[in-house]
């Protein structure tokens, strides 16, 4: 088992840069593939980013591309999530997942374990 802490959100301006890091304990860090999700009032939980185990590999979704960069240290048991350009419609609470998978995957039900989440709110 693992347990996941987000930290980083905030308010920032559009156009601003904010990142985000989530801290593993537990298992070995380097045995799960992780996972960026969010969610906004009212909406379904979405999708943002995924990493594989080594950090080799990486998927983004269409609406943050080239704005968007998840990274991992497995040395500091931590994954991050670099955002810049920031839009208002990137306002939502952010959650990091991690599956004992050993792909990365798109799909929240793939994920087993979830942090609490962290704020962001982007200003117009």
């Known amino acids: 088992q693992v347990q996941l802490v987000e930290s980083g959100g905030g308010l920032v301006h559009a156009g601003g840069s904010l990142r985000l890091s989530c801290a593993a304990s537990g298992r070995t860090f380097s045995s799960y593939a992780m996972g960026w999700f969010r969610q906004a009032p009212g909406k379904a939980r979405e999708f943002v980013a995924a990493i594989s185990r080594s950090g080799s590999s990486t998927t983004n979704a269409d609406s943050v591309k080239d704005r968007f960069t998840i990274s991992r240290d497995n040395a500091r048991n931590t994954v991050y999530l670099q955002m810049n350009s920031l839009k208002p419609e990137d306002t939502a609470a952010y959650y990091c997942?991690?599956?004992?998978?050993?792909?990365?995957?798109?799909?929240?039900?793939?994920?087993?374990?979830w942090g609490q989440g962290t704020q962001v709110t982007v200003s117009s």
């Open positions: 997942a991690a599956t004992l998978k050993s792909y990365i995957f798109r799909n929240r039900l793939d994920y087993d374990y």
